[in-house]
């Protein structure tokens, strides 16, 4: 991936943070769509044509919508990016996303991909590989409605190989990876270096990408 301008986007600040700790749906929605939603357009449009041409097949934008939300407010959000135009649940596929705490930048496989048996399989067959490829400050999650995760550098090879063994045999399995920036980071104001840092981590997250690939 070539570095990318970023006139537009200027960084997340505490106000993108706190639209998670407003009460209610609507009140929340209402403050998310008019305060994240355009950000998470802008990462889209950013991103999408670097991935296309790192991947090798066009990627499309996916912003979270919430649609079928009538009573609880959504405690996170994100732009999901994938090959498929009209979805990307059931693809591999890439997120930026924000939680009360943090942002995310991370690779997901989640319960709706019908390919997610053959991932496990091929990360089972090449776990030396993955254990060398992820840094050891990345995240792993299996469960992407909750904001914590497991550290890649502290976890021991058997239980980073029950993560894939999970995702494999448990139907509503899925798997995260990825990086977590705190909320006050100030790295998050400074649209530029989130926008390279966010480049950088899809660029190490490719080969899970690509062996989740079909």
């Not at 008019?34 to 889209?44: E, M, N, S, Y």
Request: glycine share 6%.
């Amino acid at each position: 991936m070539s570095a990318i301008a970023t006139n537009e986007f200027t960084g997340f600040e505490d106000r993108d943070f706190e639209v998670f700790e407003i009460e209610g749906l609507e009140a929340r929605m209402e403050a998310l769509i008019a305060r994240v939603r355009p950000k998470f357009h802008l990462l889209g449009e950013r991103m999408a044509p670097l991935l296309s041409e790192a991947c090798g097949e066009e990627m499309f934008t996916h912003v979270a919508k919430h649609a079928r939300r009538t009573v609880n407010p959504p405690n996170d959000s994100w732009v999901a990016l994938a090959r498929n135009k009209k979805g990307y649940k059931a693809h591999p596929h890439f997120q930026i996303g924000l939680w009360s705490t943090h942002v995310f930048v991370q690779f997901a496989v989640i319960y709706e991909c019908p390919s997610k048996d053959l991932f496990a399989e091929r990360a089972l067959a090449e776990l030396k590989s993955v254990r060398g490829a992820i840094p050891a400050h990345y995240v792993w999650s299996k469960d992407h409605m909750v904001p914590t995760g497991l550290v890649h550098g502290e976890l021991k090879n058997a239980e980073l190989k029950e993560l894939f063994v999970r995702l494999k045999t448990v139907k509503a399995a899925e798997l995260t990876c990825g990086i977590h920036i705190q909320r006050g980071d100030p790295l998050l104001a400074d649209g530029e270096a989130f926008m390279k840092l966010a480049e950088e981590t899809f660029r190490t997250l490719l080969p899970l990408y690509r062996m989740a690939a079909v």
